[in-house]
């Protein structure tokens, strides 16, 4: 029986993903930053695991409690919608220490166990913006972008080794937090300086507008096939609103 470890799972694309790989039959480390119950099914064969991916003493202590690993789900993320210019400094490295650097630390301390054995998958999840051209996610945008690209390099690095790197590009989903937030007509962050207020509620009014979404169910399936892939495709668009997006790139 093999073991994903997913991270990010309190919620959205985490936690639905949690579920669906446990409805398959597989054993499930599921992670949080804060563990709570009534999240997700009690059983043997799934185990919520406190794990903050910007910290490294946090990630070593959840792999110790996971054990033999199969799979990284790299999901973990926080959203940032707004203006870049009202984006202090310390927002953008508080978005990229979580989406880019958090990635790349989980990955960086389950490659010597996948290497070792030669096998392993490492999916991240990044998001349909990188497919597109969306104002207001600039900070964001750039976050997963980088991930995109560290994902392609790092696969021919891995590949060797017999271990595996692709990547999940979700698209919008109003019940994940970036979709709440955008769907509140503007950014909770307070990151939309007045002269920018009308272009930017034009962009929120025009995303709450579209007719395509993405359900987190989507996303989980799309994880799972990634997963089970064995084409060498690198890039995933879940979604039908990302698979049109990723039809016309």
């Not at 599921?30 to 910290?55: I, Q, W």
Request: net charge negative.
């Amino acid at each position: 029986m093999k073991t994903v470890l997913i991270t990010g799972t309190s919620s959205g694309y985490g936690r639905e993903t949690a579920r669906y790989f446990h409805e398959q039959g597989w054993n499930v480390i599921a992670t949080m930053r804060t563990p709570h119950t009534g999240v997700l099914p009690e059983s043997d064969r799934l185990r919520v695991v406190e794990l903050d991916v910007t910290e490294p003493g946090s990630i070593s202590a959840a792999l110790e409690a996971a054990g033999p690993v199969d799979v990284l789900v790299n999901n973990a993320g926080v959203p940032s919608i707004g203006v870049f210019e009202g984006t202090p400094m310390a927002r953008v490295r508080e978005v990229f220490e979580t989406n880019t650097f958090g990635v790349m630390a989980m990955t960086q301390a389950v490659l010597p166990r996948f290497r070792e054995r030669g096998s392993g998958v490492i999916v991240n999840v990044t998001s349909s913006v990188v497919l597109g051209h969306m104002p207001l996610t600039a900070v964001y945008k750039a976050s997963k972008m980088a991930v995109e690209g560290f994902t392609a390099s790092l696969a021919l690095e891995l590949a060797p080794f017999g271990v595996q790197a692709k990547t999940v590009e979700p698209g919008a989903c109003l019940t994940t937090n970036f979709g709440r937030r955008a769907t509140n007509g503007g950014s909770p962050d307070d990151l939309v300086p007045a002269p920018y207020a009308a272009f930017a509620k034009k962009v929120m009014d025009e995303f709450t507008g579209q007719d395509l979404y993405t359900r987190e169910g989507d996303v989980a399936e799309t994880v799972w096939r990634a997963v089970h892939d064995t084409t060498g495709q690198l890039r995933f668009p879940a979604g039908a609103d990302a698979v049109r997006l990723a039809q016309a790139k």
